[in-house]
Structure formats: structure tokens, C-alpha cells
């Protein structure tokens, strides 16, 4: 019969388990009690499966933990991340219940997405609707982060071709026109908040005539 030779309480509330075959398994002091096994003393077979997934939990638990305290997460995203290293089943067992403790959640994950991207980067709907697809959020939930984030699509064009105008100064209107339109449109402004981006920097005029001329 396998044996525990020891039980170690660190200060975090996590006990860590040594068993005769020199494996040491870190695991939460109350999935620890819920075992109620002897320590030290003889246990069965399944009793060590059982402690080597809850230490398994317990890793990819923190693993998952670390990773959403570099940045908030998409439930693909940090699936994804933890399938890398662990079983796939384990995976969502530890997303399903961070999205219960409110720690994953796409709805806020994308707001916050949606804000961030536009204070930073300066983006558009339409690349952040890319973005937010790409990393799994749900259409429906990307249009209503959109919805939500308020951001008026063409005030924030004319922002962002404001802050990037000075770059074209020394080029033709005509030039800067094209080339502010093209760089607009990759962030993700439509054509209708191109447009007026063009007009508010004084190259409204110039797209038209750059495009005539080719």
C-alpha cells in the first residue's frame, strides 16, 4: 500500500504532501480535509490518484491565476494557454470555476478590451470586432462592448488623424490624403469616419484628386 510520510501547512493554505515514492504534491489545505487521510500512514491506490489530481488542479489553478494578473483574459484565450501544459479536461475544470468566482468573464473581458485598445491604439470597430472574434468572445457580446464603450467612431478618427497628421507634412496633400485614409482604414474607421478625418485635418478634398490622378 502506498504510504504519506508527511504533511507540511505552508503560510499560503497550501499543504504539502510527501509519499514514499519521493513526489512531494502541493495541494489547498481544505482539499487536504476533505481527503481525511492519515499522515503519515498507509493509503489506498485511489487515494493517491485522487491527491495527484488535486495537485494537479492546484498547479494549473495558479498557473491560470498568474496568467490573468498579467492581463484579463478571454475563456479561449486562457483555455488555450492552459491546455499547453495540462490536460484539456483539467483546463476547463479550472476556467469553469474561475468563471464562477467571477474571475473570467468575456462580457467584461471585452469592455475592457474595447476601451483599452481605443485609449492606447487608437482603433476602430472594425478591428476591434476582428480582434475580440480572434480571441473567442462571441459576436454578440464584442457588438454590445462596442455598443457600450461609446466611443463616437468618428471623433475618434478625427483624433487619431490629428495625432498622426504631422508624420505627412512634408508630403503632397494629395499623398498625405491617400496615405492618412489608408493608415485610418487599417485601424479599423469606416469609410463614412475616413471621410470626415480627412475633412477635419484639412485633406478632405485631396483623397479625390490623389484617386483621380492614378
Not at 513526489?23 to 489506498?44: D, F, H, I, K, S
Not at 478571454?74 to 499547453?84: C, D, H, I, K, P
Not at 470586432?129 to 464603450?149: N, S, T
Amino acid at each position: 500500500m502506498p504510504q504519506v510520510l508527511s504533511v507540511r501547512r505552508g503560510r499560503s493554505g497550501e499543504v504539502r504532501v510527501r509519499l514514499e515514492d519521493g513526489r512531494t504534491l502541493a495541494l489547498p489545505e481544505e482539499a487536504w480535509r476533505q481527503l481525511n487521510l492519515p499522515a503519515p500512514g498507509e493509503v489506498e491506490p485511489e487515494a493517491v490518484r485522487t491527491l495527484e489530481h488535486a495537485s494537479a488542479l492546484h498547479r494549473l489553478r495558479r498557473r491560470a491565476l498568474a496568467l490573468l494578473a498579467v492581463r484579463p483574459r478571454s475563456t479561449r484565450e486562457l483555455l488555450e494557454r492552459l491546455a499547453r501544459v495540462a490536460d484539456a479536461g483539467l483546463a476547463i475544470q479550472v476556467v469553469s470555476e474561475l468563471e464562477r468566482r467571477g474571475l473570467v468573464d468575456d462580457r467584461r473581458f471585452a469592455l475592457e478590451w474595447v476601451r483599452s485598445r481605443q485609449a492606447s491604439r487608437g482603433l476602430g470597430p472594425a478591428r476591434l470586432r476582428f480582434e475580440l472574434l480572434r480571441k473567442g468572445v462571441a459576436r454578440e457580446l464584442a457588438e454590445a462592448a462596442l455598443r457600450e464603450a461609446g466611443a463616437e467612431e468618428e471623433a475618434l478618427a478625427v483624433e487619431v488623424a490629428r495625432r498622426k497628421l504631422p508624420r505627412y507634412a512634408r508630403q503632397a496633400p494629395a499623398l498625405a490624403a491617400r496615405r492618412l485614409a489608408g493608415y485610418l482604414a487599417r485601424r479599423g474607421f469606416g469609410p463614412a469616419a475616413v471621410s470626415q478625418a480627412l475633412r477635419a485635418v484639412g485633406l478632405g478634398g485631396n483623397l479625390a484628386e490623389e484617386e483621380a490622378t492614378r
